[in-house]
């Protein structure tokens, strides 16, 4: 897949006033509902609270799309590169400068069996578990002692659902708001297991990034949370309870 780029522009006045340097790149990839390449309604929840505070910060986004795995590997060696969603794993501390967390993701198994109520339970009961690969879920997984041969490993932006149905797969173990907005309403009821991982969602930059930016973009984020602008974007995407 090549380079694409979509400018988000505010406002013809606004962006007339803003040098070459308040403009930023932000590398997102099609992960619904935390981020959405190009969607109807906007960017996903994520997506959403970066732009947002990115404008915020008086400054210009630009969306890069390319493969997650060369994003990610792009921004870090990069300078001044945003990125994201990106969970603060120990494997990724010291690659990106961590601006701020932006929401915090908990993750479940889902299946159309009874739900299982550990990772021990789910190793026993299910032969073949689907999960995102190279994501933190991945490697949650093998550290809770699920072994390499039950795993199958799927690429970003694949649907497991008909991995489901089909019972090519036991259990699907991902973020909770993924499965709530993909599973669709006329399918068979999904069976959801306690969260049994959490983490939180950052926004992130890449190692070589300018203090200066640091500090508007985190303050920006901050100043969101406290208006409750996480809430508001939540409901754009999700189910209601």
Not at 162 to 177: E, H, S
Request: a neutral charge; charged letters at 20%.
């Amino acid at each position: 897949m090549g380079l694409s780029r979509c400018s988000v522009f505010i406002a013809a006045s606004f962006v007339a006033s803003v040098h070459a340097a308040d403009h930023v790149e932000l590398y997102i990839p099609e992960a619904p509902p935390l981020t959405f390449q190009q969607y109807h309604n906007g960017h996903g929840i994520v997506g959403d609270m970066a732009l947002k505070a990115i404008i915020d910060a008086g400054l210009i986004a630009t969306l890069v799309k390319m493969p997650w795995a060369r994003a990610q590997l792009n921004v870090s060696a990069g300078k001044d590169l945003l990125i994201t969603p990106l969970s603060r794993t120990p494997e990724r501390e010291d690659q990106y400068t961590w601006i701020a967390p932006i929401m915090s993701l908990e993750r479940a198994f889902f299946s159309l069996g009874p739900p299982v109520s550990s990772f021990e339970d789910a190793r026993k009961r299910y032969n073949r578990i689907a999960v995102g690969l190279g994501t933190p879920q991945e490697t949650t997984l093998l550290q809770a002692g699920i072994p390499p041969d039950q795993i199958v490993s799927i690429k970003l932006g694949e649907i497991p659902i008909n991995m489901l149905k089909l019972g090519r797969v036991d259990a699907w173990y991902t973020g909770i708001p993924e499965a709530l907005f993909l599973w669709p309403e006329d399918g068979p009821r999904l069976q959801r297991s306690p969260v049994l991982n959490a983490s939180d969602i950052y926004l992130a930059c890449s190692k070589d990034c300018n203090p200066k930016l640091v500090q508007r973009l985190k303050q920006a984020i901050e100043g969101l949370h406290k208006k409750g602008t996480l809430e508001d974007v939540k409901r754009v995407y999700l189910p209601e309870p």
